[in-house]
T-cell receptor, first 115, second 113 residues
Framework: GAGVSQTPSNKVTEKGKYVELRCDPI?????LYWYRQSLGQGPEFLIY????????DSGLPNDRFFAVRPEGSVSTLKIQRTERGDSAVYLC?????????????FGQGTRLTVV | GENVEQHPSTLSVQEGDSAVIKCTYS??????FPWYKQELGKRPQLIID?????GEKKDQRIAVTLNKTAKHFSLHITETQPEDSAVYFC????????????FGGGTRVLVKP
């Protein structure tokens, strides 16, 4: 596709449930990022992949959050035992390379609501 | 880690006037400073960026200035139009750590016709 694609666009889940959020980056982009954006705030860094490996996961808030990118393309953000405080828009971005600051293109995001 | 402060949080201007948004950052190693525009319910989109080896960059009605010594950078929009109304975010990143962006809190800009 032409841009970064995220599915689903909206997800409502009950507290304590497990969710998976998917990101399809721009073809050929080796770097992939997950951010979380709460209402009225700027995006907050979660994790960065260079290829298949997580180069920086320092933004993951706790061990309930995990992300994978097994083939260096599609990535899945996984949240276990969801809490109401996890409600936010989860944004994925990709860039051609993670080195020397190339432009990061964002997806539309997945709006997660934990009830 | 990096901390980015952005001011003002809201900005209302008359169509045709200029708008200025200011950001400060804490990590002197930061070397890349993009600005994103986000319309309601849509994805952040890059509008301009500047690297630390440049003091100013301009693209039509948009310009960004960078003062490395003071660790602040600013976005200038001239001849504002109603379609400039959106939330604008500044960000900073450290090249050695990839494109990991630290964002400011955002500025909601309203251009009144």
């Amino acid at each position: 596709g032409a841009g970064v694609s995220q599915t689903p666009s909206n997800k409502v889940t009950e507290k304590g449930k497990y969710v998976e959020l998917r990101c399809d980056p721009i073809s050929g982009h080796t770097a992939l990022y997950w951010y979380r954006q709460s209402l009225g705030q700027g995006p907050e860094f979660l994790i960065y992949f260079q290829g298949t490996g997580a180069a920086d996961d320092s933004g993951l808030p706790n061990d309930r959050f995990f992300a994978v990118r097994p083939e260096g393309s599609v990535s899945t953000l996984k949240i276990q035992r969801t809490e109401r405080g996890d409600s936010a828009v989860y944004l994925c971005a990709s860039s051609l390379t993670g080195i020397l600051s190339t432009e990061a293109f964002f997806g539309q995001g997945t709006r997660l609501t934990v009830v | 880690g990096e901390n980015v402060e952005q001011h003002p949080s809201t900005l209302s201007v008359q169509e045709g006037d200029s708008a200025v948004i200011k950001c400060t950052y804490s990590d002197s190693a930061s070397n890349y400073f993009p600005w994103y525009k986000q319309e309601l319910g849509k994805r952040p989109q890059l509008i301009i960026d500047i690297r630390s080896n440049v003091g100013e960059k301009k693209d039509q009605r948009i310009a960004v200035t960078l003062n490395k010594t003071a660790k602040h950078f600013s976005l200038h929009i001239t001849e504002t139009q109603p379609e400039d109304s959106a939330v604008y975010f500044c960000a900073a990143s450290i090249g050695a750590a990839g494109n990991k962006l630290t964002f400011g809190g955002g500025t909601r800009v309203l251009v009144k016709p």
